[in-house]
């Protein structure tokens, strides 16, 4: 079935377009709408984004292919995007990464058997004064050691 967004994801999106000079320059503000009323951005779901926006499926693509905020594929209920960048890095994100990779069995950019927990790899998340920095879903955890981590991921359901 073609994704079309619901009334009040309309809405907004109309908002959104209101806001910028043209269609184009809305791409990044639409691929987040989509992403969150869909879950992931699949090859339908950026096809109307393209149709939405005016543009080919090539420039959407495009787009939503570069940054890794963008799901190209279904994700676990929780995403964990643990920051790689140097200052994470430097604070511990390595172990992190590994500890992670051991509990759930999982390399980054996989989801668990359960499909509960998604891991991927991110470049800096720009809270490097707090490195290291996981962000579960929209939220940031920040000056994280293992412990403080599991003992956020072992309060998920
Ligand atoms: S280096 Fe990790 S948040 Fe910037």
Redo the contacts with the bound molecule.
């Keep these: 079935m073609k994704p079309v967004f619901n009334e009040s994801a309309e809405k907004e999106f109309k908002d959104i377009i209101s806001r910028y000079p043209n269609k184009r320059a809305a791409m990044l503000p639409t691929l987040h709408l989509a992403q969150r009323e869909f879950g992931w951005l699949s090859r339908e779901v950026m096809g109307y984004v393209g149709e939405l926006l005016e543009l080919p499926f090539s420039d959407v693509y495009d787009a939503a292919s570069f940054y890794t905020m963008f799901k190209l594929k279904p994700t676990g209920k929780y995403h964990l995007q643990v ?1 790689h ?4 890095a430097l604070r511990g ?1 390595g172990e992190i990464c590994k500890h992670l990779h051991q509990k759930y069995g999982i390399e980054s950019g996989e989801t668990s058997a359960d499909g509960k927990f998604s891991v991927l790899k991110v470049e ?5 004064g707090t ?3 996981v962000q579960i879903n929209d939220d940031y955890h920040e000056d994280l050691t293992i412990d403080k981590l599991d003992a956020v991921l072992d309060k998920l359901d």
Excluded at 124 to 128: D, E, H, P, T
């Design positions: 920051c960048t140097l200052s994470c994100a800096c998340l720009g809270a490097c490195a290291p920095v």
